[in-house]
């Protein structure tokens, strides 16, 4: 069974940074897309970035493009989210998703989701 566990949410000023981490079980994920999704209150979710789990290919939403760096790594079974530069727009709960056959930036493409980590820029 597919697990994805979130970790490294927080509370952080404007300007600052974070490193959200999506530790993966339950499978390997040669031929995954490692998605990252956010959710702030009263609003959709929306696509942040996206790592093909065998190229590392990347994706960005324009929103966080030269700010955000999405990574991943093999040997831990871990995908990354360095976040710079935060700002509180930035504001959401962020989840990890997985899937290996989506439409990139479309939440709803994904199977496997896990359970968000906050992330809350003050200004």
């Known amino acids: 069974q597919v697990q994805l566990v979130e970790s490294g949410g927080g509370l952080v000023q404007a300007g600052d940074s974070l490193r959200l981490s999506c530790a993966a079980s339950?499978?390997?994920?040669?031929?995954?897309?490692m998605g990252w999704f956010r959710q702030a209150p009263g609003k959709e979710r929306e696509f942040v970035a996206a790592?093909?789990?065998?190229?590392?290919?990347?994706y960005y939403a324009d929103s966080v493009k030269d700010r955000f760096t999405v990574s991943r790594d093999h040997a831990k079974n871990t995908v990354y989210l360095q976040m710079n530069s935060l700002n509180p727009e930035d504001t959401a709960l962020y989840y990890c998703a997985a899937d290996n056959s989506v439409v990139i930036t479309s939440w709803r493409s994904y199977k496997y989701w896990g359970q968000g980590t906050q992330v809350t820029v003050s200004s």
């Open positions: 339950g499978r390997t994920f040669s031929g995954y897309v």
């Open positions: 790592i093909r789990w065998s190229s590392s290919m990347t």
